[in-house]
Structures are given as structure tokens and as C-alpha cells.
DNA sequence: GACGTGCAGATTGTCGACAATGAGACAGAA
DNA sequence: TTCTGTCTCATTGTCGACAATCTGCACGTC
């Protein structure tokens, strides 16, 4: 699931109240649409319908999209307004490169400071992967393994960083949504996890980011049509109803 | 000077014109205000008064505001509107960190498949870093400082890395302005630059990540205060007229 | 039959106005 | 004096409406 960002970024001296604007509410929900696959990719999102099911107007809806076409995951042609990004060919190499840049330095810094909670999250959220591998529901594979991997980034300690994979995997997941026509993932875990998980508990920084290397170039080849791995699809249901109607007023 | 991103993400199948939006612009103007310390950090931005200056309603200025947000340059306040965000205390250390992922993560990249010509692409922003600092022109140091990074970014090819590096020298930039009362660079280049690229050009990964490390460990202890290094001020000027009025009818 | 042109419908981009919220000033009581 | 409550004003948040633009279809011409 998306993490609804900023969580805590900076902390104020005594205590600071975290209200939530529309524009973050609204934000969060359009994530959670594009994460579901309730919004597909490449659809064009009308603002009439969707500021209607939402219970706002189209001027704060706009103005949430904005954060999401900063994010890149909407796109925005002058006249033709905005739809759900798509990421496919050489971009997806790209979203990898991104990926690898952000948690090979969360790997480098839990090697380094990492304590011994920190690695046990870790490694609970693999755990939690593993048992959805076992079952056949793709949607929930899908989610663990990038949950995961959040949690790896999170492991790290940096807002910056954490906030940066948030946006990756909702990058990732639209790329799993813009290849073929279903959103596959593997059915097995990759062995790269178990490696990735002992080089951390070695604070082996080197072999864990040539895990990571390894297991992003697995996925990129897979995604770019080289797949050679058994693989579970889903389909993804299209509802008419999307969004639930916000309340402003009652915000955490 | 900020990149008036994006410039060419995605390439389509014959040709693209990447015709600028309204908001486009907009968000272009905000960041040089804010770049150029025209809109002093922390100043909360009255919405009337610059979107008069550029010539267009609020919406659209709202909507290109809610993009910085999402880059983490301004800060929205329920009820108390926008203000250009301060990043000082644990958030400088933040800054570098996520720095480092990216620019590491480029370096890796450059020793790996780099070519000749990004080469001497970074060791030409390296001239004229060395060149700005024989002068006495702190803003030209500065500018030439984050330039040189921006261009070694670049270099490694990605699109998504050169969008997150032009953020990051944003608040680079922010993290200068909101550190004691005036804005400091070094006076003299520091000698990790050498030794970064004679890195790249033994294309020694380890080396080159080391010596951009040893860097940002030495920029952080000298903005967080215990500096002990010639550094050069300067005066930020407030203008009264900050915004040229934007002209949606002549884009590139 | 293929292509270019013009019209109609729908959607987006922009604006001005109203409602709601917060900040600061001011007066009164402890 | 200092704190508290209230009032006023400025600013923000939201909305509905208008203008501009694009898409698709129908028509006419070559």
C-alpha cells in the first residue's frame, strides 16, 4: 500500500499537529486508486467525475493531481489534461536504476548503524513474503515484496529516502501494470532475498548491494519480456465506483 | 541555476513537442524566486500578490505551489497557506544523505559505462567551479558548486536521478539560506574534488564514493556549525518586484 | 474510396467571488 | 503587569461559471 506521506518529517520542539490538508487526502486517494489499479494506466482521469465521487470540487482535486504529476505518476498534456502515467521500455531500466540508488544506500547505512530491531523488521517483512508467495494470490505477492522493500528503505532512518521509495513503488507498480495486458509477479521468492538478508545480518554492504543489483536486473528482464520464470497473473477488476467521499473536517 | 525540469523524460515514438503548460512555467519562476533567495526561506508566499506579479489567477499558482510541496521546497500549512521551507538541524544531515545515494549511485554508473565525453563534461564544470572561486562572487561559487554535481548527475545517464539531483540542489540551496543569517561558500575548492575525478577517470568506484562522502561530511559540519574553513557571504537582496509576468502564449 | 474541412459536443484551463479559518489588536479581569 | 477572551481584518480554501481547446463525426471534394 502506498504510505501516505509525510509521516513525520522533521520534528518540532514540543508537539506538532499533523492535520492533514484536503489536497493531502485527496493526494492519498488518487495513489491508492493508481496502486489498486482501480485508475489503469494511460486513463485519462476526468476531473468532473472524479472531484464528484471524491465530494469536492475540481480546484483542490487539480491541485492534488499536481503532487502526483511531480511525483510522475500522473502526466499532464496541455488541453488534454491528465492521465495514469505509463512506464514501459527503457524507462523501466530507469525506475530500476532509481531504485538501486535509493536502497543500495539504505543497505550501506544499515550495515553500517543498523540495530539489531531494525534487521528483525526486515527480516519479519520477508518473512511475511515469503508466506504470501506461498498462497496464490498475486495481489498479495505483489504488495508484500514491495512492502519489503519499503521497509528495507525505511530500515535506513531518512525521510528523504523513505519519501523517494514511496514514489518508486508506486513507479514499480505501474510498471507492472503498463507490461502485457495482466500485472504478473513471481511465484517463487528470488534466492537473492535470502542473500540480501545474510549479507545485512554480516553487514556486508558489498554483497548486499550486488544482491539488489541482482535481483532489479532479474526483474527489469522479466518486465522488458525476457521472462523465463513462472509467473502468477491478476486481473484487475474495474469498478465504477472508485472513491469514497472525503471528509475534511474529520482528519488525523 | 535550477533545471526547468523536465526536460525530455520519456522519448515518444516521432516527435514530442514538449509545449510548456501554464503551471509549467509557473513552478519554473517559483523555483528560480526561490533559488535565488528572492523569496527568503521561511517567507510564507502570499498568494495574491504573486500571482498578480506573474500576470495569471490563483488557481493556477496554487496548483504549480502544490508541485514544490511535493519536492519538499515549500510547506503547506492548513489555514496559514504556503511558506518557502526551512531545512536546517537533522534535515541538513538528511539532505546529504539522500545526496549521497544518488550521486554514489552515478558515480557507480560513470565508472562502469561512462564515456569520454561525459568526462570531460564534469571535468568542464570542475574548470569552471575552480575559475568562480578565484573570485570573490559567492553566488557565482555556489552556483558553480551545485552546477558541477547537477552535471555529474547528468552524466550517468538517468533521467529520474537528474530530476532527483536538481530537487536535492534545491534544497541544497534552502539548507545554505536557512544556516546562520547570511548564505557562505567556501572560499577555495576543496581538494575531495581532485580526488573525485581522478576516480572516475580510474574509473575506481570506491574511491570516487569515498571521496563525495568525505565531501558531504565536510559540508555538513560546516553548515551545522563548526566551521572552520575560509568561507565568503553574501548579501541576498529583496526585491520588491520579484516575478516577470509569464506569457503562456510563447512557449518553448 | 480516400482525404481534407468544418461543425458539434465534451473537457479542460482560468477566473472572480464567497465562505472559512487564522493572526493580531484591544479591552477587561485577576 | 499579565493573562484571557473577543473582535476585526487579512488571507486562505472552495466553489461555480465562463472561455479556450481538443476530439470525434459528418460532409463535401478530388
Do not use: W
Request: aromatic share 4%.
Amino acid at each position: 500500500m502506498p504510505r501516505d506521506l509525510p509521516r513525520s518529517v522533521g520534528r518540532a520542539a514540543v508537539l506538532r499537529v499533523p492535520r492533514l490538508s484536503t489536497v493531502d487526502l485527496i493526494a492519498i486517494e488518487l495513489r491508492k486508486a493508481i496502486f489498486s489499479g482501480a485508475l489503469s494506466v494511460g486513463a485519462s482521469l476526468g476531473e468532473v467525475e472524479i472531484s464528484a465521487q471524491l465530494g469536492v470540487s475540481r480546484s483542490p482535486l487539480r491541485e492534488a493531481a499536481q503532487r502526483l504529476v511531480q511525483e510522475g505518476i500522473l502526466v499532464a498534456v496541455p488541453g488534454r489534461g491528465m492521465s495514469v502515467a505509463v512506464i514501459e521500455g527503457e524507462q523501466i531500466d530507469d525506475v530500476y536504476e532509481m531504485r538501486l540508488a535509493v536502497e543500495a544506500q539504505a543497505v550501506r547505512r544499515i550495515t553500517r548503524a543498523g540495530s539489531t530491531e531494525t534487521l528483525e523488521a526486515i527480516t519479519r517483512a520477508f518473512d511475511e513474503l515469503v508466506t504470501a508467495s506461498e498462497g496464490d494470490d498475486a495481489r498479495a505477492i505483489g504488495d508484500a515484496d514491495l512492502e519489503f522493500h519499503q521497509v528495507l528503505v525505511d530500515a535506513a532512518g531518512s525521510d528523504r529516502m523513505t519519501r523517494a521509495m514511496a514514489t518508486l513503488i508506486m513507479q514499480t507498480r505501474i510498471v507492472s501494470f503498463s507490461v502485457a495486458e495482466g500485472y504478473s509477479v513471481r511465484r517463487s521468492v528470488s534466492p537473492t532475498y535470502r542473500t540480501l538478508l545474510d549479507a545485512l545480518a554480516a553487514a556486508d554492504a558489498g554483497a548486499a548491494v550486488d544482491a539488489l543489483e541482482q535481483q532489479f536486473a532479474d526483474a527489469v528482464s522479466r518486465l522488458r519480456g525476457d521472462a523465463d520464470v513462472d509467473t502468477v497473473e491478476v486481473d484487475l477488476e474495474d469498478e465504477v465506483q472508485v472513491f469514497q467521499p472525503i471528509d475534511p473536517t474529520s482528519v488525523g
